[in-house]
């Protein structure tokens, strides 16, 4: 279960600046950083029958590098704190298209059932697949340790685009990678109070759908 607090920021400077405020310097140590860019394709069937499900199928390619297909599926958001979990499984691949059943073979073994993540992709198997949206971002990583606890803070740049239209990407995401989720909330709460944010309400793939014509059934 992936356990990861989303806070939206007013500009790019306010992002960037985060990381060198003495209130965040003198409570985190930074143990690695890296920075990337990412290419995102959202797929889906014509009538989005995954959103239905509210589930995710990604294809990220991390330009300079290979490619990352990832699942994502019934994922929950604590309005009061801003946690979203959800199951998620990921496959690195040099294969630019998605192939079910690699997938499935790839991520038997992942911390996260399989089952559910056959639930999702096995019923697309008959389906026509297709590219619904996409967002285009660079990404700056900060592994941490905040209290007993080790995250990735990471500050996104970039937009969502989808119909032709486009929003901008100017956010904080906070992931767990061990310890406590008290931790993460905590550390979701001091950002905030520092600087104003607000907790993030929709997901990038959300805010790439919100620019798309309804679906005509």
């Known amino acids: 279960m992936e356990n990861e607090i989303k806070l939206t920021f ?3 400077e306010a992002l960037f600046s985060v990381m060198e405020e003495e209130w965040l310097k ?7 950083k890296k920075t990337e860019t990412y290419e995102n394709r959202y797929l889906d069937t014509p009538s989005r029958y995954l959103s239905g499900t509210r589930s995710t ?7 300079g590098s290979n490619y990352i297909q990832t ?14 979990s959800h199951y998620e499984w990921n496959r690195r691949t040099d294969e630019r298209d998605f192939d079910i059943d ?14 559910y993540a056959a639930s999702v992709l096995i019923p697309l198997k008959d389906k ?7 967002t285009e971002f660079t ?25 032709g239209k486009h929003l901008p990407i100017c956010e904080m995401e906070i992931e767990l990678t061990s310890g406590k989720v008290e931790d993460i909330k905590k550390l979701g709460e001091l950002v905030r ?19 798309l014509p309804e679906v005509r059934s």
Do not use: W
């Not at 003198?26 to 690695?32: A, N, P, R």
């Open 102 to 115: 690699a997938f499935l073979s790839s991520v038997k073994d992942q911390e996260d059932p399989v089952e």
């Open 139 to 163: 990404r700056t990583t900060y592994l941490v340790r905040f209290n007993s606890s080790e995250m990735e803070i990471c500050l996104d740049s970039g937009k969502c685009l989808g119909g």
């Open 128 to 134: 026509e697949i297709v590219e619904i949206c996409r």
């Open 193 to 211: 109070m520092h600087t104003s944010v607000e907790y993030s309400k929709l997901s990038k793939l959300a805010r790439c759908l919100s620019l």
């Open 26 to 32: 003198s409570c985190v140590t930074v143990l690695e």
């Open 57 to 63: 199928m990604r294809i990220r390619h991390v330009v």
């Open 71 to 84: 699942v994502k599926t019934r994922g929950g958001l604590d309005m009061r704190t801003g946690l979203s």
């Open 10 to 12: 007013p500009s790019d």
